[in-house]
């Protein structure tokens, strides 16, 4: 879209959650750099007026901040030119019942602008196009059936004349897709599941390759017994990236359903699954998939970031992912080619690597250690000492990567598990999970569940490793300046530099941040801001108000102490140097 490439060139306005369409959360601004972040001060805040996960981060567009909310999902638009006042306010109205099919607390991951629009995609599903000025309601469309269990979290992507939207459910046996919406009218323009008939999955039996070879006729199907494809997960809850050049879009896929694997015999395509797709016709061009037969929930939705970077002396184009098991893969993202595949958690141990000799029948496979199966002994039996857990060595909270460095910015979650599977029969609308966690945190780290590290992804390396208490819940931003900055699950917001690690800046914001840091241009001065608001799985015991240790699959017992460090909240935080500066 060519207003969203104008608006993401210079990083004075923030139109996409993902900052750019190549994923990287890196900000070209520099006012704000590491000699001088020591003395950033609150500028201004403003209180949400909902106690849930404040995920994703505000916009700004011109002169005007678009501020979302969780369940119930309101949107604010706000005047930066006269501190901050209401310009106007939307309040969609939802049925409360879909609260009870959303897996991970009542998230959204923010809105998306283009063309004098700005985009909501709700929590029941339905995606709206307002008009950015007056806040009116110009088109809206429902993309899935909360009574089925569907549900959205996730942002939305405007690509050319599109938008591309995802959908969550996989936790209730929703068959996932990913579709193109015309973003003036708000028509389906294509859809494409992730699993079932090629012709559903817009995938050319004899084009569509993976790890360069066509995946050939009925590639879905055909791993799956029966008609179980059809309630077979494969959500599309995660990120989305865009290559202009190339005219593909690239996500990933969440889990197979049910988690309790015996149930679901084969490997499950193409869930846990990178995939490159025309922007225009959405067929898929390649595919790979990471955790075939899943069996841990190591949902592969996390975000793809595209990058230009040499490998063996030549400029390629590649695209990098760090899985929630724990590996991190970088492909070419043209051929969908594999050049690295690596743990950046070490505590993982379900697989000891991926096998990367293409003349192995088993290329592409990750080697699995038989001691962590969930299935060697059948169902109703406790396996124990699985690293990383299913909340992943990351989450959905989106790493950052700077081009002054070469290096990515991880936010990590140091976490095992012992993992119980049990039968459980599909029932429309109704979890489909079908296994109890307990979680714990990983060894070696003293307590600590997680992380905050410098990766190489060519050399497979990290560069600096910073440990945090909780799992870093909060998205990264990079920026021209040097530094680096993230949120914790206490409320602290940190700037650190890019080449060391070393903390330059922290601030007690009132609540814990699961929101990404984000900054802009206003009046000729550089803010950072970020929403806090304790939530998401990892804060879902205190989000919801759990009592039963076992609630929020095993997290409300593995975060109990989050609740010395802080409280429920909802509200932004923007950050400036003084005035004069
Ligand atoms: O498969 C799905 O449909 C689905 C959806 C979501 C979601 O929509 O938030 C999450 C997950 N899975 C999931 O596995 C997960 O770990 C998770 C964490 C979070 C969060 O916001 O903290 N959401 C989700």
Known sequence: NGDVLKRTATGAEQVLQTVDYANTRFSPLRQID?????????AWTFSTGVLRGHEGAPLVVGDVMYVHTPFPNVVYALDLKNEGRILWKYEPRQKKD??????????????????????????????????AKTGAKRWSVANGDPALGASNTATVMPVKDKLIVGISGAEAGVRGHL????????????????????AEMLFDPEKTTELGKPVGRDSSLKSWSGDQWKIGGGATWGWFAYDPKLNLVYYGTANPATWNPTQRPGDNRWSD??????????????????????????DGVNEMILTEQ????????????????GFAYTLNRETGALLRAGKYET???????????????????????????????????TYTGICPSSLGAKNQQPAAFSPQTRLFYVPVTRMCMDYEPFHVDYVPGQPYVGATLSMHPAPGNEGSTGGFLAWDALKGEAVWSKPELFSVWSGALATAGGIVFYGTLEGWLKAVDAK???????????SGIVGNVTTFMQGGRQYVAVLSGVGGWAGIGLAAGLSDP???????EAYAALNQYTALGGQLTVFALPKGE
């Open 500 to 510: 060391t690690g070393q903390e330059l800046y922290r601030f007690k914001t009132p």
């Open 179 to 198: 579709s193109a919406y015309d973003l003036k009218a708000g028509h389906l323009v294509w859809r494409a599941y992730s699993t079932g008939p090629d």
């Open 347 to 381: 505590t993982a141990n379900w697989a000891s690597g991926i096998n990367l000799d293409p003349q192995s029948p088993t290329y592409g496979r990750p080697k699995r250690d038989p001691a962590y199966s969930t299935e060697r002994e059948g169902e109703d039996v």
């Open 310 to 325: 040499e490998v063996d002396g030549k400029p390629t184009p590649l695209l990098t992912h760090f899985d929630r098991n």
């Open 34 to 42: 590491a000699g001088n972040v020591s003395r950033l001060q609150v």
């Open 98 to 131: 879909v609260a009870a099919v959303m897996c991970c607390d009542l998230v959204n991951r923010g809105l998306a602008y283009a063309d004098g629009l700005v985009f909501l995609h709700q929590a029941d599903t339905t995606i709206v196009a307002l008009d």
């Open 550 to 556: 076992g609630d929020g699959s095993g997290a409300n």
């Open 273 to 298: 699954t990178i995939i490159a797709r025309d922007a225009d016709t959405g067929v898929a061009r390649w595919v790979y998939q990471m955790t075939p037969h899943d069996e841990w929930d190591y």
